[in-house]
């Protein structure tokens, strides 16, 4: 069941956050293995896509439904998921790069998807010369 823009943002806010404190509190747990340090990046992407989600629904939500992100919104919320994930680890900071870059693509697949209505095609001009 879908929610609107403003409850949306609140959610959103509410699990950036949470996982936010997550990733300082357990920060000598996600740093005892390697697997639990890529773990520690992953769960920076999830950050980073709570970010995007928040930032992008409290747009809608101020701005109206046809309102969308633009880079620099993508950039803050990456910079933000990235200084996180840097402060658990370095190799955190890095994986939590790779894993948002692929989580962006398939955001923005995913809306193309679903919002992007194919144009319909141009009707061939006829002329009215004789040849």
Known sequence: MAVNSATSFVLSSILALLIFSG???????LIRSPM???LGGYLGSLMFMFFVTAIGNLEATLFGKNFQ????EII?????????AGMVHRICFT????FSIITIYYMNK??????VTAAPAAAP???R???
């Open 23 to 29: 990733m300082q509190m357990y920060k000598p747990l």
């Open 36 to 38: 639990t340090i890529i």
């Open 69 to 72: 992100l633009k880079l620099p």
């Open 76 to 84: 803050l919320s990456m910079a933000i998921s990235l200084i996180a």
């Open 95 to 98: 994986t939590c790069l790779i």
């Open 110 to 115: 995913l809306s193309q998807k679903a919002y």
């Open 125 to 127: 001009i006829k002329s």
């Open 129 to 131: 010369r004789h040849k």
